[in-house]
Nanobody
Framework: QVRLVESGGGLVQAGGSLRISCAAS????????MGWYGQAPGKQRELVAT???????NYADSVKGRFTISRDNAKNIVYLQMNSLKAEDTAVYYC?????????WGQGTQVTVSS
């Protein structure tokens, strides 16, 4: 079982920045990959960014060059630095961990970008 707790969401103006965090209850060395997914109102949950155990990152085209996923292995925390935010980035952002063939999700953190 992997417990994930997101934090750092909030209200920000378009063009601003925000960093959200996801704290995992277990060491990253036991997790294959972690990722951030966004779910806008009335839409499906979509991949935003992922980072593998080896450190390889992947981003949705819509956030490339604006968002950066990173991790602190000592603290078991994954971050999503979001810059140049747009109104369409408004969503609940969920953290996901993949371990031993199972997916674990956090409760989500709301990010609202005002235009």
């Amino acid at each position: 079982q992997v417990r994930l707790v997101e934090s750092g969401g909030g209200l920000v103006q378009a063009g601003g920045s925000l960093r959200i965090s996801c704290a995992a209850s277990t060491t990253f060395f036991s997790i294959n990959a972690m990722g951030w997914y966004g779910q806008a109102p009335g839409k499906q949950r979509e991949l935003v960014a992922t980072i593998t155990r080896g450190g390889r990152t992947n981003y949705a085209d819509s956030v490339k060059g604006r968002f950066t996923i990173s991790r602190d292995n000592a603290k078991n925390i994954v971050y999503l630095q979001m810059n140049s935010l747009k109104a369409e980035d408004t969503a609940v952002y969920y953290c996901k961990a993949e371990r031993a063939g199972q997916d674990y999700w956090g409760q989500g953190t709301q990010v609202t970008v005002s235009s």
